[in-house]
């Protein structure tokens, strides 16, 4: 079965850091693109970072850019969310999703994500 398992949420202050993590079960990550999205109580999924297949293409949504990095471990299968500098409004539910890597275009849509993890909770608060 395929699935996806995040991992690294906790509560952290604002300014502080977290890594999260995305590790695969039962495929290899190397074929699929993958993103991470975010939802907070009330509001609706939003993408926050992607990175391509081969790892040597990201992009990030404007409210992260210089505070996230996302990353890529082949030998690990795993893909990581490094969050720096988190606010409060980074609180939220975290979620890694996978989409084959020919598909793979940076898309912060949901839809096109074939598989998802449960999700990690991350919460900033002082």
């Known amino acids: 079965q395929l699935r996806l398992v995040e991992s690294g949420g906790g509560l952290v202050q604002p300014g502080g850091s977290l890594r999260l993590s995305c590790a695969a079960r039962?495929?290899?990550?190397?074929?699929?693109?993958i993103g991470w999205f975010r939802q907070a109580p009330g509001k609706e999924r939003e993408g926050v970072s992607t990175?391509?297949?081969?790892?040597?293409?990201?992009n990030y949504v404007d409210s992260v850019k210089g505070r996230f990095t996302i990353s890529r471990d082949h030998a690990k299968n795993a893909v990581y969310l490094q969050m720096n500098s988190l606010k409060p409004e980074d609180t939220a539910l975290y979620y890694c999703?996978?989409?084959?890597?020919?598909?793979?275009?940076?898309?912060?849509?949901?839809?096109?994500?074939?598989?998802w993890g449960q999700g990690t909770q991350v919460t900033v608060s002082s």
């Open positions: 990175i391509s297949g081969s790892g040597d293409s990201a």
């Open positions: 999703a996978a989409i084959p890597h020919v598909y793979y275009s940076g898309s912060f849509s949901p839809g096109e994500y074939d598989y």
């Open positions: 039962g495929f290899t990550l190397d074929y699929y693109g």
